[in-house]
């Protein structure tokens, strides 16, 4: 079956840090463009990270570059996000996508104290 | 930064009408527009790429169309289990997601 399958979400203080990670099944993993992309309680949806297919390259919007780094293993099919010096406004459910026509069930990830 | 622009933010229609929903965006975006359907607790479903493209498995009610700046979603013939979010998405530059029309049964 293809699936996106993320986890690594919880609760976690201001400031500090988490990783999320997302395993890939049913397809050729090391063939596609990956992106994060989030979206908070009762809100519209936010791109977070891309990564290109080889990993060489990594985008992100100005709300999180400095803080968020993508990666991905092609060799374990897992496309990560870490995320440091957390804020409340990153607050949201975090979906795992392939190159935008494929979406994981999402996992939340709620930052206070 | 390309803004895209959702209209409306609610709508109400009967099961079998035809619906139309619009996206706009600040600034060309060659068709690079792709359509979600996002329903209650789930997460988003590609349904149209490249403004009018229907995913497969998508039913055929489902239809996409625009250029430029502009560009709709079409349902044929709603039916109850459209009852949803909808989100239009451009990828012409960076990427930007459209704040959703919400579509109700009446």
């Known amino acids: 079956e293809v699936q996106l399958v993320e986890t690594g979400g919880g609760l976690v203080q201001p400031g500090r840090s988490l990783k999320l990670s997302c395993v890939a099944s049913g397809f050729t993993f090391n063939n596609y463009w990956m992106s994060w992309t989030r979206q908070a309680p009762g809100k519209g949806l936010e791109w977070v990270a891309s990564?290109?297919?080889?990993?060489?390259?990594?985008y992100y919007p100005d709300s999180v570059k400095g803080r968020f780094t993508i990666s991905r293993d092609n060799a374990q099919n897992t496309l990560y996000l870490q995320m440091n010096s957390l804020r409340s406004e990153d607050t949201a459910t975090y979906y795992c996508?392939?190159?935008?026509?494929?979406w994981g069930q999402g996992v939340m990830v709620t930052v206070s104290s | 930064d390309i803004q895209m622009t959702q209209s409306p933010s609610v709508l109400s229609a009967s099961v079998g009408d035809r619906v139309t929903l619009n996206c706009k965006a600040s600034?060309?975006?060659?068709?690079?527009l792709n359509w979600y359907q996002q329903k209650l607790g789930e997460a988003p479903k590609l349904l149209i790429y490249n403004t009018n493209n229907l995913q497969t498995g998508i039913p055929s009610r489902f239809s996409g169309s625009g250029s430029g700046t502009d560009y709709t979603l079409t349902i044929s013939s709603l039916q109850p289990e459209d009852v949803a979010t909808y989100f239009c998405?451009?990828?012409?530059?960076?990427?930007?997601f459209g704040s959703g029309t919400k579509l109700e049964i009446k």
């Open positions: 996508t392939r190159d935008w026509d494929l």
């Open positions: 998405f451009q990828h012409n530059s960076w990427l930007t």
């Open positions: 990564i290109t297919n080889s990993g060489g390259s990594t």
């Open positions: 600034q060309n975006i060659n068709k690079y």
